[in-house]
């Protein structure tokens, strides 16, 4: 008989193996409004059950802080102070970083006099509720990003010369993040009351040919954060998915040791590392999702390739269970849409256990 999405899902995420390989799909608006027009629906729900997707639900609590301001050029600011403005491209639009509320901190005593979030701006009221109507998919709520939050404050160049001449400033600045993730997330298990599956850790340490910043940087600014927030995730039954782009392949133990269950997106041409290898070697611990290449061959290859790229991720990171196929990150627009079809359909044909 088979399986319902959520069991296989979780069967997947608990490095088992389900009735078949499920399916997962990321993309930017403009590829939504493509596969809209190609399957002749506005529902995200009908394109998702065309294409045989399985996927998430995610669960948010209300933002009861202070006022956040709004601008009529269409930037977008966060209670975090952070502004992400329209920056048209070729194919579409990205909302780029105009603004680092932390940029000119030079001292500890300049961290103190900025309004830290804190978890009481968010009513947890409504997370139950939301939980119980979305248990047909795995749930997924609450985030960690210290690398990745310590780059939108200070700014990327300046986030990354911290770790070297800062050190102080960027320990006390991680722990402050840290202090807020842990007290929200708190808040968000509690009020779930154990039904919440998954939750994201979301740092890209990762380049297109290695680390970022050093392995020792990692180890001595941002996993004992990830040990922090892992525990009190299985302390609530919740699995650690980790979004991290790029060549991170040297990281992986020591993410894994901090309590990472689930590896997303798998660019393994980042490097590039080998698929058996990395199963071979993480995959009794690691469960992955991803791996399908929208670097070259969903943007630029036929269908044929796409086809066969599908196959690999099948046979390397699906063999004996462990994995959600899904593109290595947000399908672009660039990707032809019968690329995007031949993903999906090949995968549900030729994934079944």
Known sequence: MPMTPRERMLTALDRGRPDRVPLDIWATGEVWQKLFAHFGTESVAEVKQWLHVDGFNHVDPVYAGPP?????????????????????????????????????????ADLDRYPWPRADWFDFTTVREQCERQR???????????????????????????????????????????DFHYAYCERLFEAAGGLIDITMFADDFGTQTGL?????????????????????????????????????????????DSGVNVLDPVQYRC??????????THGGRLAFHGGVDNQEVLAFGTVDDVREEVRKCLRTLGRGGGYILAPCHNLQPVSPVENIVALYETAFEEGVY
């Open 212 to 256: 970022m910043v050093s392995q020792a940087m990692v180890e001595e600014f941002h996993l004992p954060a990830y040990r922090r927030l892992s525990r009190l995730c299985r302390d609530h039954g919740v699995r650690v998915f980790h979004h991290d782009d790029g060549a991170i392949w040297d990281l992986l133990p020591g993410l894994i």
């Open 68 to 108: 956040i301001p709004t601008y009529p050029d269409g930037t977008v600011e966060n209670y975090w102070g952070m502004r992400f403005s329209p920056q048209r491209y070729a194919t579409g639009v990205y909302h780029e970083q105009s603004h680092c509320p932390l940029a000119f901190v030079q001292s500890v």
């Open 136 to 178: 047909d998919l795995p749930v997924m709520a609450g985030s960690f990003s210290p690398f990745y939050f310590h780059n939108l404050l200070r700014g990327l160049e300046q986030s990354l010369v911290d770790l070297a001449i800062l050190p102080e400033l960027t320990h006390v600045l991680v722990e402050r993040l840290s």
């Open 271 to 280: 490097g590039p590392v080998d698929l058996d290898w990395l199963k071979d």
